[in-house]
């Protein structure tokens, strides 16, 4: 008997791989290390009779250090706290996905420890949701913390990681030069480890032909250069941004094992290039691919408004404001829809080339009643975006209200849980048809259809509660937008408001008088 001791990709639990020959056959058993003999018994016929003290110095010696003893359930409870932060995540339920960050990250440090490599990941992960958010100075907490950690690991390919984290939350505060220098050493530190001679474990169990051996580092090479792609992008590299795109391209086309969704990303980065390159037809056809793509994996989501507003944005750029105008509509009845904040689903720079197009379309209109109505149409969806300490204030305290009332708290604890179950389904029902027919399961889809709905029935009979339950929680949370109409009719004749949409180049400025709406261009950011 053999015992091979290693950790799990996800998370850094120990894992046991217990092998054994019989009859020129080799038999394999894998489970975390406390299943170990139950592993060695459904391997051999006279499993050994050791005691629970023997057992432990079995471990021991395999993994040469003491290992926490974590239980399935732990280990389970832990993977289902990461699969509802990402799903949460792509709905743009990030505080959901903060929450459950936040407990996957305190099983894990207790069990592992704080310094466990391990933990950098869950960190990493959870520094960067900060940063999508705008909450900067937290992010770079958590990325402090998490540098401590992968600076001491033995991988290679934790440090690798790291840098390409940081080059997103570079990207997300506008810095694009850190961004490229981040995604530069990004991209040689993932080549450098490919390069790396590694056995083929994959090979042993028989899954060679599902994954390349290699097939999660070509991914993060992949991923690493679809983010030098974008800030060069930013930086108008459109040649280096094109280079990068297209090797990423290639990697997710040709590696066996990635999930499909990536692919998206890097759809989505050459519809942005196309565009800059003033290739509209280019841009369509690759962000079309993207859109579709993101449909099928996760419906109308705010990684599906992305798709939207880049090629609003591309319609805008080449001057088709009619088309960039309707493809918004399209965006903000999504956001409608969601049942999350609009700050949560879209943001000021996403914004701009709406603002551009109406501004631009309303100076070839004559009519000022047909004028007045794009500016309104505009005033409305500036109100999606939100100053991030606002965001910050509301759920602060709704999670006061929510602390002050029991039965609040058991009701909104359901909701969460029906939505996690309902997002889940969504991601794993999308996975399960893009498989090739021979792969497919009809009892799986059956199931997971029947689950999809009837989540989705949970879900819906839960908001209804609460909103009629607890109508001040709901109002707090999901605010009505100001009505521009109600908004006139309280200023005074002599009376203005003045409001604006700041983005990193561009802004707008909005005037509302008891007569009507302006919206100004302003070409700074």
């Given at each position: 008997?053999?015992?091979?001791?290693?950790?799990?990709?996800?998370?850094?639990?120990?894992?046991?791989?217990?092998?054994?020959?019989?009859?020129?056959?080799?038999?394999?058993?894998?489970?975390?290390?406390?299943?170990?003999?139950?592993?060695?018994?459904?391997?051999?016929?006279?499993?050994?009779?050791?005691?629970?003290?023997?057992?432990?110095?079995?471990?021991?010696?395999?993994?040469?250090?003491?290992?926490?003893?974590?239980?399935?359930?732990?280990?389970?409870?832990?993977?289902?706290?990461?699969?509802?932060?990402?799903?949460?995540?792509?709905?743009?339920?990030?505080?959901?996905?903060?929450?459950?960050?936040?407990?996957?990250?305190?099983?894990?440090?207790?069990?592992?420890?704080?310094?466990?490599?391990?933990?950098?990941?869950?960190?990493?992960?959870?520094?960067?949701?900060?940063?999508?958010?705008?909450?900067?100075?937290?992010?770079?907490?958590?990325?402090?913390?998490?540098?401590?950690?992968?600076?001491?690991?033995?991988?290679?390919?934790?440090?690798?990681?790291?840098?390409?984290?940081?080059?997103?939350?570079?990207?997300?505060?506008?810095?694009?030069?850190?961004?490229?220098?981040?995604?530069?050493?990004?991209?040689?530190?993932?080549?450098?480890?490919?390069?790396?001679?590694?056995?083929?474990?994959?090979?042993?169990?028989?899954?060679?032909?599902?994954?390349?051996?290699?097939?999660?580092?070509?991914?993060?090479?992949?991923?690493?250069?679809?983010?030098?792609?974008?800030?060069?992008?930013?930086?108008?590299?459109?040649?280096?941004?094109?280079?990068?795109?297209?090797?990423?391209?290639?990697?997710?086309?040709?590696?066996?094992?990635?999930?499909?969704?990536?692919?998206?990303?890097?759809?989505?980065?050459?519809?942005?290039?196309?565009?800059?390159?003033?290739?509209?037809?280019?841009?369509?056809?690759?962000?079309?691919?993207?859109?579709?793509?993101?449909?099928?994996?996760?419906?109308?989501?705010?990684?599906?408004?992305?798709?939207?507003?880049?090629?609003?944005?591309?319609?805008?750029r080449e001057g088709m404001y009619t088309s960039a105008i309707i493809t918004y509509r399209e965006i903000?009845?999504?956001?409608?829809?969601?049942?999350?904040?609009?700050?949560?689903?879209?943001?000021?720079?996403?914004?701009?080339?709406?603002?551009?197009?109406?501004?631009?379309?309303?100076?070839?209109?004559?009519?000022?009643?047909?004028?007045?109505?794009?500016?309104?149409?505009?005033?409305?969806?500036?109100?999606?975006?939100?100053?991030?300490?606002?965001?910050?204030?509301?759920?602060?305290?709704?999670?006061?209200?929510?602390?002050?009332?029991?039965?609040?708290?058991?009701?909104?604890?359901?909701?969460?849980?029906?939505?996690?179950?309902?997002?889940?389904?969504?991601?794993?029902?999308?996975?399960?048809?893009?498989?090739?027919?021979?792969?497919?399961?009809?009892?799986?889809?059956?199931?997971?259809?029947?689950?999809?709905?009837?989540?989705?029935?949970?879900?819906?009979?839960?908001?209804?509660?609460?909103?009629?339950?607890?109508?001040?929680?709901?109002?707090?949370?999901?605010?009505?937008p100001l009505s521009l109409v109600a908004l006139r009719e309280r200023l005074a004749p002599e009376e203005?408001?003045?409001?604006?949409?700041?983005?990193?180049?561009?802004?707008?400025?909005?005037?509302?008088?008891?007569?009507?709406?302006?919206?100004?261009?302003?070409?700074?950011?």
């Amino acid at each position: 008997i053999a015992i091979a001791a290693c950790r799990l990709n996800s998370g850094g639990w120990p894992h046991v791989v217990v092998m054994t020959t019989s009859n020129s056959l080799l038999r394999i058993a894998e489970g975390p290390p406390t299943t170990l003999p139950t592993l060695i018994s459904a391997l051999t016929a006279k499993p050994p009779g050791l005691s629970r003290l023997q057992w432990a110095d079995t471990l021991r010696t395999a993994f040469a250090e003491n290992i926490p003893l974590v239980s399935p359930r732990e280990l389970e409870r832990f993977s289902e706290l990461v699969r509802g932060a990402r799903a949460a995540n792509a709905q743009g339920q990030h505080a959901e996905s903060e929450r459950m960050l936040r407990q996957a990250l305190d099983i894990q440090s207790k069990l592992l420890g704080e310094g466990n490599p391990a933990v950098a990941d869950t960190l990493m992960d959870l520094a960067l949701s900060m940063s999508n958010r705008g909450r900067k100075e937290e992010a770079e907490g958590l990325f402090a913390r998490a540098d401590l950690i992968v600076q001491k690991s033995p991988k290679d390919s934790d440090r690798a990681r790291l840098l390409t984290y940081y080059g997103f939350h570079a990207a997300n505060h506008g810095d694009f030069d850190a961004g490229l220098r981040a995604a530069n050493n990004a991209v040689a530190a993932w080549r450098k480890q490919l390069a790396t001679p590694k056995l083929n474990i994959s090979a042993i169990g028989g899954a060679a032909d599902d994954f390349d051996p290699d097939y999660l580092d070509r991914g993060e090479l992949g991923l690493a250069l679809n983010l030098l792609a974008n800030m060069a992008r930013n930086l108008e590299e459109i040649s280096t941004a094109n280079t990068a795109a297209a090797e990423a391209l290639s990697i997710f086309n040709t590696t066996k094992g990635l999930p499909q969704w990536w692919r998206s990303d890097i759809l989505l980065t050459l519809g942005k290039i196309s565009s800059a390159q003033g290739r509209l037809s280019a841009a369509e056809t690759y962000l079309n691919a993207a859109l579709k793509e993101r449909r099928i994996f996760q419906g109308d989501s705010p990684q599906t408004i992305q798709v939207l507003a880049a090629l609003g944005a591309a319609y805008q750029r080449e001057g088709m404001y009619t088309s960039a105008i309707i493809t918004y509509r399209e965006i903000f009845k999504i956001v409608r829809e969601l049942g999350i904040p609009p700050s949560e689903a879209v943001t000021t720079e996403e914004l701009i080339p709406f603002g551009l197009a109406i501004t631009a379309y309303a100076k070839t209109l004559k009519d000022p009643q047909q004028i007045q109505g794009r500016y309104a149409e505009a005033f409305d969806a500036f109100q999606f975006v939100r100053p991030v300490n606002l965001d910050q204030t509301v759920n602060l305290a709704a999670a006061r209200l929510a602390s002050d009332n029991p039965d609040m708290q058991s009701l909104l604890d359901r909701l969460s849980q029906a939505q996690r179950i309902r997002d889940t389904t969504n991601t794993e029902l999308a996975f399960e048809s893009t498989l090739p027919d021979d792969q497919r399961s009809k009892i799986v889809e059956d199931r997971l259809i029947t689950q999809k709905r009837q989540s989705e029935a949970a879900v819906k009979a839960l908001e209804s509660e609460l909103a009629q339950k607890f109508p001040e929680y709901r109002a707090l949370t999901h605010p009505r937008p100001l009505s521009l109409v109600a908004l006139r009719e309280r200023l005074a004749p002599e009376e203005g408001l003045m409001s604006f949409l700041i983005g990193r180049r561009q802004s707008f400025v909005t005037l509302i008088t008891r007569a009507g709406i302006h919206i100004g261009h302003i070409k700074e950011g």
